[in-house]
């Protein structure tokens, strides 16, 4: 019954901007966590950014300065901000929710950072 999308992904040039959206819906219960998680050809699926049920963001350190991540007052909405894009950022990125009772995430959306 839990959906979660994102959107916002595309192709852009070193140095260039995304926004990200995800939007979760359906039986929202008590949201603990959202977060960004970005997974490269044969690499893991890492963390980039959280937006913890106290308001409080974090981000891994490759993206410090650059990335923002934020919601919307409901808090069923996060977004990351991307400026300042590099070629290592390439990767489908995911949106993670971890709500009391479950444990979701989204298809991803493909970003790719090339000239």
């Known amino acids: 019954q839990v959906h979660v999308v994102e959107s916002g992904g595309g192709l852009v040039q070193p140095g260039g901007s995304l926004r990200l959206s995800c939007a979760a819906s359906g039986g929202i219960t008590e949201i603990y966590l959202m977060a960004w998680y970005r997974q490269s050809p044969g690499k893991l699926r890492d963390w980039v950014a959280s937006f913890s049920s106290d308001d409080f963001p974090t981000y891994t350190d490759s993206v410090k300065g650059r990335f923002t991540i934020d919601r919307d007052n409901g808090k069923n909405t996060i977004y990351l901000q991307m400026n300042n894009l590099k070629s290592e950022d390439t990767a489908v990125y995911y949106c993670?929710?971890?709500?009391?009772?479950?444990?979701?995430w989204g298809q991803g959306t493909q970003v790719t950072v090339s000239s």
């Open positions: 993670r929710v971890l709500m009391r009772g479950g444990d979701y």
